[in-house]
């Protein structure tokens, strides 16, 4: 073999090597955060992390910053800040320390407080104190004593502190003018020794060594649980700046002129350099750090901050090979992947490398937008504006010459000859003027030797093509003539049994199978564009812009498409493209990244990975249709800020449970600086407030800085139901009751892993109107006024109803005696008749006389007996009628006759009724009604009753009660008679209780009265 071929091999092998290295370099991602990004100032001279997951930076003139991911918030000394110039930060609670070149500023929630003194390098938080490495010495800081200097050794006191370690028993302090050993730091501490007299820069305790950076001579390490602690060094790096231990056993030293250099620990070896050649933009490293998401990020002096993080994806851009950052397609075709790289053509990675390929000169500054190839490796690549490029693909030798000179012939040299194959490419242009109908292809599908073309707005076509005779054969077209209804083309893809589908702008899908055109027309019933088309296991995906994923079955005689759902959704509805990986995983690119899907056997999403630009997929917008998968199953991604490749593995980068922070609280919108938030969360501590503080503001925060945009929060106040989920992280409640109250606050991260509660209790005062015992007291005190006015005038009431009693029971007793007196009341006149009669009787007919004076004095006994009772039976009171009417008869001029009936349910005899109450109106009657009459005189009384009441009715068939009143004089005894009867009668039975009546005929003639009332109906039981 000859040298020149040996050389060619050589060449080949190294620049392989070469590729292999720079590709595998790159699964180490940084991604740099500077100016652009709203960085204040690009030196940054420390980082650190805070609980709650915050990333503190102290820059050089750019003050103090923090950032959660994606947005710094800045405080410089316009916010109260000591200084913008920075040297160190420190956590200690809830309290940031923050080392400047004029002392110390501690800040405390949004509130600064200042401590000047010389430039701070380095804060130490040992134990419960905390110590500050100065210019001039070690200063100790005290809550209520503040700044305070530790007088050590001389040497010590005037140094530049540097570091502090402490091995668990003793301090290491790394001066410019030496490494110090003391048991402790303080005024009686003692010397030990002093290990050199170099400048140490950076200590740092790992493993039971001692690691110590001398600024000149590499890093001294010291085994402090051996009798001696030696004196070894590790000659490089130098001029280090700072250690950190991450990865349980690698030390990062940052250096101010190589990067960072990777130690392990173990072995003292260098395991890496992490430098410009892995996209450091500065050589000037200041310090390294590792956070709670196992990300390590890196502060730089004048290039920012980074984010180093492993991952499964290799980003390439115009940095790393390609002509343009842009990617509009991609495709495998042979061992290799052609992509279209942003008008400048088409780039070929393959394991050598990344290949420009020559653009033609007909194809310049033009998109080329779909590629595909042939089983011939020959590729088709569609453009905007300038038809098809075929790349048709041929095998010629090359040849090589080798020319060695032999002594002892006549022939000076022999000269062999070798051939290499070499594989080249032929351009062809298949565009209008050869036939094409459309320049503006949108899709470019082969089947066999058959090429489909889909134009933007044409409609599609197949034809082929001969590359010898530079002419298109056998065309065919497929226009709204031939069923496609909608022409804006937009995917095309052939599906196992050979059916060519299409997808257009307006939302509809179709197929072509033996040359007959299927449309199936607007499958969602929605006016969006389908952009996408994948083929599954015999079931057809489409991806819509701005309606998310659906999907359906082939094989069932109704297509009836679905949407993608399950308890995630994918982070956008834009779907740019699509491809399943070899593990049966969807992955959906849109505007914001790719995602993952997992799909259950019901295609429901089990599942859903996201990856952005902060989980190493760099390229972020994804372009249409630009994905392709090799045959190692990496997939290949374009995106508009380069050609991404994931290298699928088993190790997947676990997430950290998300853990939510109240960051403020707000009592009618003043924050409570006076308590931790921190201590007082989950706890018994209850947070009172007066009866005017019922209006309170809730800040509280997850910080992801993978994720920062994809924290939900969800809130609820005391037992109520919990809020649906969103971005908002701040809640106002207002007009609070009083009383105990908790809120309660939730999060969750976008892997939808929820944390735990966090709760904060605070307790509303009721004033003092709405306290129990100010409201009985006011309660007994009404009651006692109350109480006293009402015992006052219950006291009245009764005074005066007494004396009201004894008037009415003098008036009453006055009645009585007045209505016993009217019932004892006998006519004058009438004695005197009868007492003349009587006379007259006892000549003429002394029988009748006697007859005559036994009923008188029956009379006038029972008037007397029952004047003295308030009631008397029916039956003793018709006893006494009976016997004055037949008195009447006795003495009246004209004879007479009466008829008493008495027509109810009772025995006479138990109903009770006043006395003398008919008697005035039978007097009445026979005295102004009969006797004055001209008629026989007859007399009806008539008794019933009702279910409430006794009725009475007194008849006679006199001259009439009214044309009687009107001759008879006004002082008739007979009238006041009626009168106190009629009142006797409105006070037992009330008003209208007596009725009057003359009895008149059809002629209008008066033949009688009717007098009627009624008493309430009593009986003796």
């Not at 809830?94 to 003194?117: P, Q, Y």
């Not at 006015?789 to 009431?797: E, N, Q």
């Not at 009341?825 to 003349?836: A, C, G, K, S, T």
Request: with cysteine; glycine share 6%.
């Amino acid at each position: 073999m000859t040298n020149y071929r040996n050389i060619y091999i050589y060449s080949i092998l190294f620049c392989f090597w070469c590729s292999i290295c720079s590709i595998k370099a790159q699964n180490n991602q940084l991604r740099a955060y500077t100016l652009e990004d709203g960085l204040p100032q690009s030196q940054v001279y420390d980082i650190i992390q805070d609980e709650m997951g915050y990333l503190w930076l102290g820059t050089q003139g750019g003050g103090l910053c923090r950032f959660n991911g994606e947005e710094f918030d800045i405080w410089n000394e316009s916010d109260g800040l000591q200084s913008n110039y920075i040297h160190a930060l420190g956590f200690a609670n809830d309290s940031l320390f923050i080392g400047t070149k004029r002392g110390l500023s501690i800040k405390i929630k949004n509130r600064f407080t200042n401590l000047e003194g010389p430039r701070i390098n380095k804060v130490c938080r040992i134990g419960n104190k905390t110590f500050l490495a100065t210019n001039i010495g070690i200063y100790r800081y005290d809550k209520k004593l503040g700044l305070k200097k530790i007088s050590l050794n001389t040497k010590i006191n005037t140094s530049i502190i540097n570091d502090i370690a402490f091995d668990g028993k003793l301090y290491w302090i790394a001066t410019n003018k030496g490494l110090w050993k003391l048991n402790k730091i303080h005024k009686s501490a003692t010397i030990i020794e002093r290990h050199s007299a170099h400048n140490f820069t950076a200590a740092i305790f790992h493993n039971n060594k001692v690691f110590a950076a001398a600024f000149n001579e590499g890093i001294l390490v010291l085994n402090t649980n051996a009798r001696s602690y030696g004196n070894r060094w590790i000659s490089k790096p130098v001029r280090v700046t700072s250690i950190s231990v991450h990865n349980d056993n690698e030390l990062w030293f940052a250096t101010d002129n190589e990067g960072i250099s990777i130690i392990d620990a173990q072995k003292n070896t260098q395991k890496k350099i992490i430098n410009r050649k892995n996209g450091l933009a500065v050589s000037h490293m200041r310090k390294s750090i590792i956070d709670q998401q196992s990300n390590i990020w890196i502060a730089t002096s004048g290039g920012g901050f980074y984010k180093y993080f492993q991952n499964n994806f290799i980003h390439y851009d115009q940095d790393t090979g390609l002509k343009g950052n842009r990617v509009y397609a991609v495709h495998n075709a042979k061992d290799a992947i052609w992509a279209s790289n942003s008008e400048v053509g088409l780039i070929k990675i393959d394991s050598v490398g990344v290949h420009h390929i020559e653009q033609d000169d007909h194809l310049a500054e033009i998109k080329i937008k779909t590629i595909t190839s042939d089983t011939q490796g020959n590729i088709w690549a569609g453009t905007d504006g300038k038809g098809i490029l075929f790349k048709e693909m041929m095998q010629i030798d090359s040849i090589t010459i080798d020319s060695n000179q032999v002594q002892g012939t006549n022939t000076d040299y022999i000269v062999q000859i070798d051939t290499i194959a070499k594989t080249i490419y032929k351009n062809h242009i298949v565009d209008r003027d050869k036939g094409l109908p459309s320049d503006w292809i949108r899709t470019v599908l082969v089947d066999n030797t058959t090429i489909w073309a889909a134009s933007y707005s044409t409609g599609i076509f197949k034809f082929k093509y001969d590359p010898d005779r530079k002419k298109i054969t056998n065309l065919q077209k497929f226009e709204r003539k031939k069923g496609i209804k909608d022409l804006q083309i937009r995917h095309m893809k052939k599906d196992s049994l050979g059916k060519i589908w299409y997808a257009t702008q307006n939302g509809h899908i179709g197929y072509i199978s033996k040359n007959r055109v299927t449309h199936l027309g607007n499958v969602l019933n929605q006016k969006t564009a389908i952009s996408t088309l994948l083929f599954h296991e015999n079931k057809l995906f489409i991806g819509t812009a701005g309606r998310g994923i659906w999907w359906t079955e082939l094989d069932k005689n109704n297509i009836t498409f679905k949407k993608l759902k399950g308890r995630k959704r994918p982070y956008s509805d834009n779907i740019y493209q699509m491809i399943f990986d070899d593990q049966g995983n969807l992955w959906a690119g849109s505007e914001r990244g790719v995602d993952k899907i997992e799909l259950n056997q019901s295609n429901d999403i089990v599942d859903i990975f996201h990856f952005g630009r902060n989980d190493g997929f760099l390229g972020i917008e994804t372009h249409l249709n630009a994905t392709t998968k090799d045959e190692e199953g990496n997939l290949w991604f374009g995106a508009i800020y380069g050609l991404t490749k994931y290298e699928p593995t088993e190790t997947t980068k676990v997430t950290v449970k998300p853990r939510l922070f109240f960051e403020d609280v707000e009592v009618t919108y003043q924050s409570v600086d006076s308590i931790n938030l921190n201590t007082w969360t989950n706890s018994d501590h209850v947070l009172k407030l007066n009866p005017n503080q019922t209006e309170l503001s809730f800040s509280y925060k997850t910080v992801d800085l993978d994720h920062p945009n994809d924290i939900q929060y969800r809130f609820r106040l005391n037992n109520s139901e919990w809020s649906p989920w969103s971005s908002e992280s701040r809640q106002n409640l207002a007009g609070l009751a009083y009383g105990s109250h908790y809120f309660s606050a939730q999060s969750r991260n976008y892997r939808w892993e929820e944390s735990d509660l966090s709760t904060f209790r605070f307790f509303i005062d009721s004033p003092i109107y709405e306290k129990t015992w100010f409201q009985l007291a006011v309660l007994a005190a009404i009651l006692l006024v109350l109480g006293g006015y009402a015992l006052s005038y219950i006291r009245r009431v009764k005074r005066k109803n007494k004396e009201e009693q004894e008037r009415l029971q003098m008036q009453n007793h006055l009645l009585s005696l007045e209505q016993k007196a009217l019932r004892l009341q006998m006519n004058p006149h009438f004695i005197f008749n009868v007492l003349n009669g009587i006379k007259a009787m006892g000549t003429s007919n002394p029988q009748r006389m006697n007859i005559t004076i036994n009923t008188f004095a029956t009379l006038l006994r029972e008037t007397l007996y029952n004047s003295r009772k308030d009631y008397i039976t029916l039956d003793q009171e018709i006893q006494t009628l009976k016997h004055y009417i037949e008195m009447e008869q006795l003495m009246a001029s004209k004879p007479f006759t009466y008829d008493i009936t008495v027509d109810l349910d009772f025995d006479p005899e138990e109903i009770l009724i006043p006395p003398m109450l008919i008697q005035p109106f039978v007097e009445n009657a026979v005295r102004h009604g009969i006797l004055k009459g001209t008629r026989d005189g007859e007399l009806k009384i008539q008794f019933h009753a009702s279910q409430e009441f006794l009725h009475c009715t007194v008849l006679d068939n006199g001259q009439g009660i009214f044309e009687s009143q009107k001759i008879k004089t006004n002082t008739d005894h007979q009238s006041m008679a009626l009168t106190v009867t009629r009142e006797r009668l409105e006070s037992i039975s009330g008003k209208d209780s007596l009725h009057i009546k003359e009895i008149t005929n059809k002629s209008k003639i008066i033949e009688g009265t009717e007098i009627a009332f009624k008493i309430p109906l009593q009986t003796d039981y």
